[in-house]
């Protein structure tokens, strides 16, 4: 079966995707909506670098719901618009069209999103009869599969740890650098990334849905953060870090769960983010280089590196390939399944099926 495909935007995520969506053989890319005024009825090949594909941009939501498409893969960043990419995702699981989105990270696990925000989803795929699924690789496969993977193999599990160790100074998203994560701001600003909450609402979906795969309950979520100094001027290209501001960061979500002792952190969540592989020297370090690290303290103890690398050679674009490739390659799983909110528990195992060259 072929299943027809509306791609919503061509940023970072939306470049990658629109180009899986149209190489992929059981998949049919019918419809392109874009932001900008410029783009609209240009040939989405074309915008994402590849060759024309017959398909016109366009900004008519109307008209692209109107092509009936099994599903909508929406790529839009929501980290500043939530509600907006909410109402978006509602209005197209209403007119019976599947959604898969790596944008309101949250929803990678449902059941972490507080209810009043969840609900018009969740009313939307009831009207719908339609199903959403998010995920990307991080929060995504590298963080809420993979340890699920390795605990499946488990005598007894005492705790997970997930890491991001990577290198952002190819990460070409000015706005998420600087203004949301706080590169190159004064070591004591408040980015949104570290006002209190923040982390554990992005990234608290990821310990919800490992502390369900185990069975367990989290009772807390704590937050600590520490950032340390360029130690000099540094031009990314894209924007420029000066010596003496943000240049390293590292975080922690733990997921605290009560033991019979008392509550402890045993599902912990951390980022290791450097703007040079020189800094922070005596933080984690990767393996070779920027990647993710899953490490399981049981019986067995497992520590999963996990190294990625783009066909131009970049490993942030690799993370952007794989963010698109995790929720692009589960496309006919999503259009399958009951209706409602998805996680990775409700999936099958979703493979590179069709992606062989």
Same mark, same amino acid.
Request: glycine share 12%; proline share 6%; aromatic share 6%.
């Given at each position: 079966?072929?299943?027809?495909?509306?791609?919503?935007?061509?940023?970072?995520?939306?470049?990658?995707?629109?180009?899986?969506?149209?190489?992929?053989?059981?998949?049919?890319?019918?419809?392109?909506?874009?932001?900008?005024?410029?783009?609209?009825?240009?040939?989405?090949?074309?915008?994402?670098?590849?060759?024309?594909?017959?398909?016109?941009?366009?900004?008519?939501v109307d008209a692209l719901l109107a092509l009936r498409p099994d599903c909508v893969c929406y790529t839009a960043t929501a980290d500043l618009r939530p509600a907006e990419a909410i109402a978006d995702m509602a209005r197209i699981l209403t007119a019976g069209v599947n959604v898969v989105s790596s944008s309101v990270v949250p929803l990678i696990y449902p059941g972490h999103v507080a209810?009043?925000?969840?609900?018009?989803?969740?009313?939307?795929?009831?009207?719908?009869?339609?199903?959403?699924?998010?995920?990307?690789?991080?929060?995504?496969?590298?963080?809420?599969?993979?340890?699920? @993977?390795? $605990? =499946?193999?488990?005598?007894?599990?005492?705790? !997970?740890?997930?890491?991001?160790?990577?290198?952002?100074? +190819? /990460? %070409?998203?000015?706005?998420?650098?600087?203004?949301?994560?706080?590169?190159?701001?004064?070591?004591?600003?408040?980015?949104?990334?570290?006002?209190?909450?923040?982390?554990?609402?992005?990234?608290?979906?990821?310990?919800?849905?490992?502390?369900?795969?185990?069975?367990?309950?989290?009772?807390?979520?704590?937050?600590?953060?520490?950032?340390?100094?360029?130690?000099?001027?540094?031009?990314?290209?894209?924007?420029?870090?000066?010596?003496?501001?943000?240049?390293?960061?590292?975080?922690?979500?733990?997921?605290? @769960?009560? $033991? =019979?002792?008392?509550?402890?952190?045993?599902? !912990?969540?951390?980022?290791?983010?450097?703007?040079?592989? +020189? /800094? %922070?020297?005596?933080?984690?370090?990767?393996?070779?280089?920027?990647?993710?690290?899953?490490?399981?303290?049981?019986?067995?103890?497992?520590?999963?590196?996990?190294?990625?690398?783009?066909?131009?050679?970049?490993?942030?674009?690799?993370?952007?390939?794989?963010?698109?490739?995790?929720?692009?390659?589960?496309?006919?799983?999503?259009?399958?399944?009951?209706?409602?909110?998805?996680?990775?528990?409700?999936?099958?195992?979703?493979?590179?099926?069709?992606?062989?060259?």
């Amino acid at each position: 079966m072929t299943y027809r495909v509306v791609q919503w935007s061509t940023g970072n995520v939306g470049t990658h995707a629109t180009r899986l969506i149209a190489g992929h053989p059981d998949l049919e890319l019918v419809g392109l909506w874009v932001h900008s005024a410029d783009k609209v009825g240009r040939d989405a090949g074309e915008l994402v670098g590849i060759e024309p594909l017959g398909v016109a941009a366009t900004d008519d939501v109307d008209a692209l719901l109107a092509l009936r498409p099994d599903c909508v893969c929406y790529t839009a960043t929501a980290d500043l618009r939530p509600a907006e990419a909410i109402a978006d995702m509602a209005r197209i699981l209403t007119a019976g069209v599947n959604v898969v989105s790596s944008s309101v990270v949250p929803l990678i696990y449902p059941g972490h999103v507080a209810l009043d925000m969840r609900r018009p989803l969740e009313d939307a795929c009831i009207a719908g009869g339609t199903s959403a699924f998010t995920s990307g690789i991080d929060p995504g496969f590298a963080n809420d599969l993979l340890p699920l @993977v390795l $605990t =499946g193999t488990c005598e007894y599990v005492e705790s !997970v740890r997930v890491m991001e160790i990577v290198n952002y100074n +190819t /990460y %070409a998203q000015p706005e998420v650098l600087f203004g949301t994560m706080g590169f190159g701001q004064a070591l004591d600003a408040t980015p949104l990334l570290l006002v209190p909450g923040v982390l554990s609402f992005a990234w608290g979906g990821v310990l919800e849905a490992i502390a369900a795969g185990l069975g367990v309950e989290i009772v807390e979520m704590r937050e600590v953060h520490e950032r340390l100094p360029a130690p000099e001027r540094l031009d990314l290209g894209f924007g420029v870090v000066e010596a003496g501001t943000t240049g390293a960061l590292r975080f922690e979500v733990q997921a605290m @769960v009560d $033991t =019979g002792d008392g509550p402890e952190p045993r599902i !912990v969540l951390e980022h290791v983010t450097r703007l040079d592989d +020189t /800094y %922070a020297p005596d933080w984690p370090q990767p393996v070779g280089h920027s990647g993710y690290r899953v490490v399981v303290t049981g019986n067995p103890n497992y520590t999963l590196d996990l190294q990625m690398m783009g066909d131009d050679g970049d490993h942030n674009t690799a993370g952007l390939a794989g963010t698109a490739g995790r929720i692009v390659n589960a496309i006919p799983a999503v259009c399958e399944a009951a209706p409602g909110l998805l996680s990775v528990l409700d999936l099958p195992l979703v493979s590179g099926r069709g992606t062989m060259r």
